[in-house]
């Protein structure tokens, strides 16, 4: 059985005109509701829901696409819909209500949490990671390195599973020598399911070998949000997991958001890849802070709403997040206090975060100049779910050729 588009967006296709031009854009909105947002009239919900629909058919729907997407402008559902199966084996359908492993969009939790903390005075960004870990084994590291990726520090995703980057001299095409970095097997030293407690008495135990000096150049890596998360738990004396319960998703309503931790290891749900082979519980999978938040659709277009708003973190504190902190090459991608940007003036900034565990993938795109938002959830691996947050172009009035991180 084919699942189909929720009601009220088969009711705005059908009640709209032909399809819009390419190159047309609606209307803007002249006066605020409420919550803050320009109200969004039924004429152009239309307009939107008929420009995305082929758009979603053709990158994702007729492409084995099991998962949730919504978009939004000004705050309201444009476009949405859900299909696939949370359990491949016994078909049950995947809802609006549907939790999925949204990977590396966790980090945008994660770093918000961290400035919410600075806000209240509890911490600074200029923080050293001594302050927080006494025998940490790499000096010179601040919060505002690990925020930004800069850190230099190895990557616990290879160390803690049986690999590690080393870097080497290697002639590129030109014949200029340059350094690359290559990955090589290691005997693994930990065993059992992980947490992040283990990963940062893993990097005590045995310094696996930094990238880089800190802040030399950027390099992204998941062990700086490994350690983000376990500073908030220092700074708050609660879990990690129970910090974005109580202060993050019961007060903005995010009702299906949780994070996945070593308690929940029982329940443990697996994602898929391309060919249906469910992904087992493995090693890694009970890290959270830079992966490990669960949620929907819906639930993120309520984080997303709370960050245009400024009901987190203020609006000055959100400007400093999405400001460009590398810089040492050129080219129009950067990264922010844990946000990937996308600079291209006159182009306004696209700031958004991608991400990837196991079958899982993930688009959360936010154009902030348009206030408009794609949300892309899969539990079934499929890269055209990052080739589909291109449907953007239909708040921009012009195609999308931004080729963003995976």
Not at 5 to 10: G, M, N
Not at 364 to 390: C, E, H, P, Q, S
Request: net charge positive.
């Amino acid at each position: 059985m084919q699942p189909k588009l929720i009601p009220l967006l088969t009711f705005l296709i059908i009640g709209c005109g032909a399809n819009p031009s390419p190159d047309k854009k609606a209307p803007s909105h002249k006066t605020a509701n409420n919550s803050g947002f320009s109200p969004v009239s039924p004429k152009e919900k239309a307009y939107y829901a008929n420009a995305i629909a082929p758009m979603y058919q053709n990158l994702l729907a007729k492409r084995g696409f099991s998962g949730g997407i919504l978009l939004a402008k000004n705050g309201e559902i444009v476009f949405e819909d859900y299909r696939g199966s949370v359990n491949m084996r016994t078909k049950e359908p995947i809802t609006a209500n549907t939790p999925f492993h949204i990977a590396s969009v966790s980090k945008t939790f994660t770093s918000a949490v961290i400035l919410k903390l600075m806000e209240e005075g509890k911490l600074t960004l200029d923080d050293r990671m001594e302050k927080y870990f006494p025998n940490f084994p790499y000096a010179n590291i601040t919060i505002k390195n690990l925020l930004t990726h800069r850190s230099g520090l190895p990557k616990y995703d290879y160390f803690m599973d049986g690999t590690r980057t080393e870097m080497v001299r290697v002639k590129n095409k030109r014949g200029k020598w340059v350094k690359r970095a290559r990955t090589v097997r290691i005997a693994p030293q930990f065993s059992g399911l992980a947490t992040n407690k283990d990963v940062l008495q893993y990097m005590i135990s045995n310094r696996p070998a930094p990238e880089s000096n800190p802040d030399r150049r950027y390099s992204y890596c998941n062990t700086n949000y490994v350690l983000l998360a376990l500073i908030i738990e220092q700074v708050t004396n609660m879990s990690y997991p129970d910090y974005l319960r109580i202060h993050v998703f019961e007060p903005l309503g995010m009702n299906n958001s949780y994070v996945f931790s070593l308690k929940d290891a029982s329940n443990y749900v697996p994602s898929y890849n391309y060919n249906n082979a469910p992904f087992p519980l493995q090693k890694l999978d009970c890290v959270y802070g830079d992966k490990n938040v669960y949620s929907t659709v819906r639930d993120l277009l309520q984080w997303d709403r709370a960050l245009y708003q400024g009901s987190f973190v203020s609006a000055e504190t959100l400007e400093m997040a999405f400001q460009p902190y590398s810089h040492e090459t050129r080219g129009q991608k950067n990264y922010g206090l844990g946000w990937h940007l996308f600079i291209k003036p006159p182009d306004p900034t696209i700031v958004y975060h991608n991400g990837w565990w196991h079958g899982n993938n993930a688009v959360f795109k936010r154009l902030i100049a348009d206030t408009a938002t794609v949300i892309i959830l899969g539990n079934k691996f499929n890269r055209n779910i990052w080739a589909a947050g291109k449907m953007s172009s239909v708040f921009t009035g012009h195609a999308d050729t931004t080729l963003l991180e995976e």
